[in-house]
């Protein structure tokens, strides 16, 4: 049976996280496209030459960061109803779901939480996602 990959949503208190890790930071106060959100991830993940800016690519890429030689992956989205707004409404949610099924692959291939992370600030449009989609998910620090 596979496990379910659990996304983290916070409140204001910023997620303690180990030294070791890699943390990408994504506020969506400056990260309005998806063009933006691709060079984040490409740049703070070292993405190979040949990454393709697409949601398939983007999460080919996330399964195998072989490169990182297995440090941790901690993904932090905050400021989260301001991410990616200027793009299509439903992008969000099948980006979030591009994280999370890359989380479950890392979770099912390690078999440990601790790989690949995912924290996304409490807002109301998280809200209104949690509801609707069926996105595993806890709250931490409220």
Do not use: H
């Not at 989260?80 to 890392?106: S, V």
């Amino acid at each position: 049976m596979k496990d379910l990959f659990t996304l983290k949503v916070f409140n204001k208190q910023y997620p303690a996280l180990t030294k070791d890790s890699l943390t990408i930071d994504v506020d969506g106060i400056n990260i309005k496209t998806l063009a933006q959100c691709y060079a984040l991830f490409a740049k703070k993940l070292q993405f190979p030459a040949y990454f393709d800016n697409n949601l398939d690519a983007f999460y080919d890429t996330l399964i195998d960061l072989a490169w990182l030689r297995e440090q941790p992956v901690n993904i932090i989205i905050t400021n989260f109803d301001d991410w990616l707004e200027q793009e299509e409404d439903d992008l969000k949610i099948r980006f979030l779901f591009t994280l999370t099924d890359a989380g479950e692959t890392w979770l099912n291939t390690k078999q440990s939480e601790a790989f690949f992370n995912l924290y996304v600030q409490q807002s109301n449009t998280l809200n209104e996602i949690l509801e609707t989609c069926e996105l595993n998910y806890i709250s931490i620090n409220n």
